[in-house]
């Protein structure tokens, strides 16, 4: 069955970095494709970042471009998320979400995934 582990949250200042972790498992082969989203309270859900099965092709808020970066480390069915530069505005619950890659898949639309992990607070105050 699919299980997706977050772990690296925590406080940080402005400026500061962290890197959160997805360790995914249950699924076939390399072959699945993985989003992070955040949720601040008073706020909807957005999309942070998101990256094919095929790490070939990825994708990037606006807010985060040039501060987050994804990667995928597939020996170790590992999905990161360095997050550098960090404003209070990037404090929020930070969710990973992953599911088998198929044909026409959003990479980072929410609705498009079925299999997300508990979450793990990002807090960025001086």
């Known amino acids: 069955q699919v299980q997706l582990v977050e772990s690296g949250g925590g406080l940080v200042q402005p400026g500061g970095s962290l890197r959160l972790s997805c360790a995914a498992s249950?699924?076939?082969?390399?072959?699945?494709?993985v989003g992070w989203f955040r949720q601040a309270p008073g706020k909807e859900r957005e999309a942070v970042s998101c990256?094919?099965?095929?790490?070939?092709?990825?994708g990037y808020a606006d807010s985060v471009k040039g501060r987050f970066t994804i990667s995928r480390d597939n020996a170790k069915n590992t999905v990161y998320l360095q997050m550098n530069n960090l404003k209070p505005e990037d404090t929020a619950v930070y969710y990973c979400?992953?599911?088998?890659?198929?044909?026409?898949?959003?990479?980072?639309?929410?609705?498009?995934?079925?299999?997300w992990g508990q979450g793990t607070q990002v807090t960025v105050s001086s």
């Open positions: 249950g699924f076939t082969g390399d072959y699945y494709v």
């Open positions: 990256i094919s099965s095929s790490d070939d092709v990825t």
């Open positions: 979400a992953a599911d088998q890659a198929r044909l026409l898949i959003r990479l980072c639309v929410s609705t498009e995934y079925d299999y």
